[in-house]
């Protein structure tokens, strides 16, 4: 049996398939491409990734592996980078990039980057025209006045410009720099080593009005609050919130931080714990309260280790190694509440950015395949009810729908069959292999005399699926083949054109746990439809050849 409450009440899966998502709202987050380690373009062990803005037009890369960082253009309409540099340590072991873990842009237009590497914090001037790096500048531990600022984890930039601060995990500590806001320069002001509070810190980041800075604490299993004072930079502790105290939960081993942009909410993950930490944060004090801990869907949502807010403040994103995930939650702006969307796969997926339109996702990745994924954000939704006008086989008795739902959940398994059709483009499939026109295959079933919504099946256009394209042109058509399955657990697909009656064919598989399998048995009839934007694919089913409580079984009318 599956997992979804539409095994439960029919009549409630249609307003869940259809969610409570607004109009156009995004359903999906979709794969635009993989690139791979190629051994000179540096993404190997992205630690972390930044896009600048507000021209979105560079993605820069932390690469563990390489003591790097890789410089990218970004196509804006397609989100698909091209390599442009990369800016190593030319072969020293403790240069200003050696290990290094995370990356900010400043504010107002992003000229310099700043980089938070084993022996402390590399400076970059950033051409703005050309995403290229000139390095400035290094503020070393132990050199210059520099101290207890040994592993260097985390870096932020205040949203004024004035300050950046540096998370060093290994001291217990946060390292606090004056910022020339002309030259980018930094100047060391103080360390503040904090053992009371601060254990491992990780991620921080400066709340939008530059009043607060949070602190991810990996080995306290906590999130450290700091009053920011904005003249001299200089941070008072406010709280610690605990993870398993006072309800908290979702802070284990917590190792990144993000605010909303109103600066109402506060997000948490723990690369040992299995969801989001939600808080509401007093604009006041700076405080917080525990919200909620946002467990999403343990098939994606699972020891994730970074986490971003969509500049718009409706989505937040998160990636994981643990389930290779990255994963689209729905917010609310207004409390602040999170409900799960959905997740593409990602083999090691680590770190996050977010492009400042909010149109693409960047994830870095950890494992032994160096990985750079690049992701959208999709509307792809079934109508409510059934398309009209759609195209019907032109020999009846020809295809088949079968629905089996079975306990665990691997056995479970969909397949349309839509053959004998009329005469049918190639045009007419919307070229998923090279576009952005989704597709969905969605099912109908009869309650009380109206169509409802039963079953969804995404196959998100273009895109990599296991690093490789997902979809390829034939001669006649398109293939689809996802070993993942992930959205919904579709397999394969095939969709071949006909130039005359009877030649056309459509096939869907799925597969798998990721299905969400409607209540059997079916009320008949039954209708299945292939759909996009402009056109759709149908078959009607009446009389089963099987149906019981596990089984569903059609050919079409």
Same mark, same amino acid.
């Given at each position: 049996?599956?997992r979804?409450?539409?095994?439960?009440?029919?009549?409630?899966?249609?307003?869940?398939?259809?969610?409570?998502?607004?109009a156009?709202?995004?359903?999906?987050?979709?794969?635009?491409?993989?690139?791979?380690?190629?051994?000179?373009?540096?993404?190997?062990?992205?630690?972390?990734?930044?896009?600048?803005?507000?021209?979105? !037009?560079?993605?820069?890369?932390?690469?563990l592996?390489?003591?790097?960082?890789?410089?990218?253009?970004?196509n804006?309409?397609?989100?698909?980078?091209?390599?442009?540099?990369?800016?190593?340590?030319?072969?020293?072991?403790?240069?200003?990039?050696?290990n290094?873990?995370?990356?900010?842009?400043?504010?107002a237009?992003?000229?310099?980057?700043?980089?938070?590497?084993?022996?402390?914090?590399?400076?970059?001037?950033?051409?703005?025209?050309t995403?290229?790096?000139?390095?400035?500048?290094?503020?070393?531990?132990?050199?210059?006045?520099?101290?207890?600022?040994?592993?260097?984890?985390?870096?932020?930039?205040?949203?004024?410009?004035?300050?950046?601060?540096?998370?060093?995990?290994?001291?217990?500590?946060?390292?606090?720099?004056d910022r020339?806001t002309?030259?980018?320069?930094?100047?060391?002001?103080?360390?503040?080593?904090?053992?009371?509070?601060?254990?491992?810190?990780?991620?921080?980041?400066v709340?939008?009005?530059?009043?607060?800075?949070?602190?991810a604490?990996?080995?306290?299993?906590?999130?450290?609050?700091?009053?920011?004072n904005?003249?001299t930079?200089?941070?008072?502790?406010?709280?610690?919130?605990?993870d398993?105290v !006072?309800?908290?939960?979702?802070?284990?081993?917590?190792?990144?931080?993000?605010?909303?942009?109103?600066?109402a909410?506060?997000?948490?993950?723990?690369?040992?714990d299995?969801?989001i930490?939600?808080?509401?944060?007093?604009?006041?004090?700076?405080?917080?309260?525990?919200?909620?801990?946002?467990l999403?869907?343990d098939?994606?949502?699972?020891?994730?280790?970074?986490?971003?807010v969509?500049?718009?403040?409706?989505?937040?994103?998160?990636a994981?190694?643990r389930?290779?995930?990255?994963?689209?939650?729905?917010?609310?702006?207004?409390? !602040?509440a999170?409900?799960?969307?959905?997740?593409?796969?990602?083999?090691?997926?680590?770190?996050?950015?977010?492009?400042?339109?909010?149109?693409?996702?960047?994830?870095?990745?950890r494992?032994?395949l160096?990985?750079?994924?690049?992701?959208?954000?999709?509307?792809?939704?079934?109508?409510p009810?059934?398309?009209?006008?759609c195209?019907?086989?032109?020999?009846?008795?020809?295809?088949?729908?079968?629905f089996?739902d079975?306990?665990?959940?691997?056995?479970?398994t969909?397949?349309?069959?839509?053959?004998?059709g009329?005469?049918?483009?190639?045009?007419?499939?919307?070229?998923?292999?090279?576009?952005?026109?989704?597709?969905?295959?969605?099912?109908?079933?009869?309650?009380?005399?109206t169509?409802?919504?039963?079953?969804?099946?995404?196959?998100?256009?273009?895109?990599?699926?296991?690093?490789?394209?997902?979809?390829?042109?034939?001669?006649?058509g398109?293939?689809?083949?996802?070993?993942?399955?992930?959205?919904?657990?579709?397999?394969?697909?095939?969709?071949?054109? !006909?130039?005359?009656?009877g030649q056309a064919?459509?096939?869907?598989?799925?597969?798998g746990?990721?299905?969400t399998?409607?209540?059997?048995?079916?009320?008949?009839p039954v209708?299945?439809?292939?759909?996009?934007?402009g056109a759709?694919?149908e078959?009607?089913?009446?009389?089963?050849?099987?149906?019981?409580?596990?089984q569903?079984?059609?050919?079409?009318?």
């Amino acid at each position: 049996m599956g997992r979804s409450i539409c095994r439960l009440f029919a009549s409630v899966c249609a307003l869940l398939l259809l969610a409570a998502v607004p109009a156009h709202a995004a359903t999906s987050i979709a794969s635009v491409e993989v690139l791979l380690d190629d051994g000179t373009n540096g993404i190997e062990g992205g630690a972390a990734v930044a896009v600048s803005s507000p021209d979105g !037009g560079f993605v820069y890369v932390a690469s563990l592996q390489s003591d790097g960082v890789a410089v990218f253009s970004r196509n804006p309409s397609t989100g698909k980078l091209t390599f442009v540099e990369r800016e190593t340590n030319l072969g020293t072991l403790s240069g200003p990039l050696a290990n290094p873990q995370a990356l900010a842009l400043s504010p107002a237009g992003g000229a310099h980057l700043y980089v938070a590497a084993r022996s402390g914090v590399a400076v970059f001037d950033r051409d703005t025209g050309t995403g290229l790096l000139t390095f400035l500048q290094q503020q070393e531990n132990n050199v210059g006045g520099v101290t207890d600022l040994a592993g260097a984890f985390g870096i932020a930039v205040s949203s004024d410009g004035e300050h950046v601060y540096v998370a060093a995990e290994q001291d217990d500590s946060i390292g606090i720099f004056d910022r020339d806001t002309g030259t980018g320069l930094l100047t060391y002001v103080t360390t503040l080593v904090d053992p009371t509070h601060l254990d491992r810190p990780n991620g921080l980041i400066v709340s939008p009005d530059g009043l607060n800075v949070y602190v991810a604490n990996s080995g306290g299993d906590s999130l450290a609050v700091y009053s920011r004072n904005v003249v001299t930079g200089l941070l008072t502790w406010v709280e610690n919130q605990q993870d398993n105290v !006072g309800g908290v939960d979702g802070l284990d081993n917590a190792v990144s931080v993000a605010i909303s942009p109103n600066g109402a909410s506060v997000y948490v993950v723990g690369e040992s714990d299995d969801g989001i930490a939600v808080f509401s944060r007093n604009l006041i004090t700076g405080a917080l309260a525990f919200f909620e801990y946002e467990l999403g869907d343990d098939r994606f949502v699972r020891q994730m280790s970074a986490i971003a807010v969509s500049a718009d403040g409706t989505k937040v994103f998160a990636a994981g190694r643990r389930r290779d995930a990255v994963v689209l939650f729905n917010r609310n702006t207004s409390s !602040g509440a999170l409900d799960y969307v959905a997740a593409e796969k990602l083999l090691g997926a680590f770190s996050l950015a977010l492009s400042p339109d909010d149109l693409h996702i960047y994830s870095g990745t950890r494992g032994e395949l160096g990985q750079l994924g690049v992701f959208r954000l999709s509307d792809v939704a079934c109508s409510p009810s059934p398309m009209l006008g759609c195209a019907v086989p032109s020999q009846a008795g020809a295809s088949l729908v079968f629905f089996k739902d079975k306990s665990p959940d691997d056995g479970d398994t969909f397949l349309w069959k839509w053959n004998k059709g009329p005469v049918t483009l190639l045009s007419s499939f919307g070229d998923p292999a090279t576009t952005t026109n989704d597709l969905i295959v969605c099912a109908y079933e009869d309650t009380l005399g109206t169509p409802s919504l039963i079953f969804q099946g995404r196959l998100l256009a273009g895109g990599a699926c296991a690093a490789k394209p997902c979809w390829k042109t034939t001669s006649i058509g398109y293939k689809y083949k996802d070993k993942d399955r992930s959205p919904d657990g579709v397999l394969t697909a095939g969709l071949n054109s !006909g130039s005359v009656p009877g030649q056309a064919k459509i096939k869907v598989k799925g597969k798998g746990s990721l299905l969400t399998m409607p209540l059997l048995p079916l009320t008949t009839p039954v209708a299945v439809q292939l759909q996009r934007t402009g056109a759709c694919w149908e078959t009607t089913h009446s009389t089963p050849i099987i149906t019981t409580g596990d089984q569903f079984k059609s050919k079409d009318n």
